[in-house]
């Protein structure tokens, strides 16, 4: 089957860094996307691995090892609009996204 | 621009009703994919269509379909609900499809009794 695995939750304060991991199981992996989802919103993309290593935007980062199948979102400088839930997603060749079932960040003062 | 707009915002029905939900993508994006997502869950997919045609599938039962017009507008049909179709149903756009960025509405929450 395919799957995707991360922490349901993680607690950081303010301006503190913050890793969230993703482990995943898909037959025709393609590479690895983030998205952000805050309580009844969207999901929001964030970023995307489609090879080894770590791509870097803003206070967010992403890193993939095909090799592990592992990757990771990273955020620094957290702040207090950090609270939300953060999936990791596999794209598939038929459009298809595979996500996880989310990790809800609280951010603390 | 405006983004992906779906509607409506939020719906009630009872068991054995059927709904029609609507989903316009963001312009110049030519496919529309459909997800159901279920509180505390990640959104799980149920349909992908491209150019009007379905690409691809998830594993929802035959209650549930989707067609996708001219102007690539989309829309979800479900037929004989039942308490667990309640969920927050998403609808996301994309240039081509396949690609690993996805743009997302805000939703249609339904809420079967």
């Known amino acids: 089957g395919q799957s995707l695995e991360q922490p349901s939750e993680v607690t950081a304060v303010e301006g503190a860094i913050v890793q969230i991991n993703c482990t995943y199981q898909?037959?025709?992996?393609?590479?690895l996307s983030w998205y952000q989802q805050h309580d009844g919103g969207a999901p929001t993309f964030l970023s995307y691995n489609a090879l080894d290593g770590l791509e870097e935007t803003g206070r967010f980062s992403s890193f993939l090892s095909r090799s592990d199948s592992y990757g990771y979102l990273l955020l620094q400088e957290l702040q207090m609009k950090d609270s939300a839930s953060y999936f990791c997603a596999a794209p598939s060749n038929t459009g298809k996204l595979i996500f996880g079932q989310g990790t809800t960040l609280q951010v603390k003062p | 621009d405006a983004g992906v707009t779906q509607s409506p915002t939020h719906l009630i029905k009872t068991r054995g009703q059927h709904v029609t939900l609507r989903c316009s993508p963001i312009s110049g994006h030519k496919s529309v994919s459909w997800y159901q997502q279920v509180l505390g869950q990640g959104p799980q997919f149920i349909f992908q269509?491209?150019?009007?045609?379905?690409?691809g599938r998830g594993n929802f039962p035959d209650r549930f379909s989707a067609r996708q017009f001219p102007n690539y507008s989309s829309e979800l049909n479900v037929n004989a609900l039942l308490l667990g179709d309640s969920a927050l149903y998403l609808c996301?756009?994309?240039?081509?499809?396949?690609?690993?960025?996805?743009?997302f509405g805000p939703g249609t929450r339904l809420l079967v009794l």
């Open positions: 269509y491209y150019e009007k045609e379905e690409r």
């Open positions: 898909t037959s025709g992996f393609y590479g």
């Open positions: 996301a756009s994309g240039i081509m499809g396949g690609e690993e960025t996805q743009y």
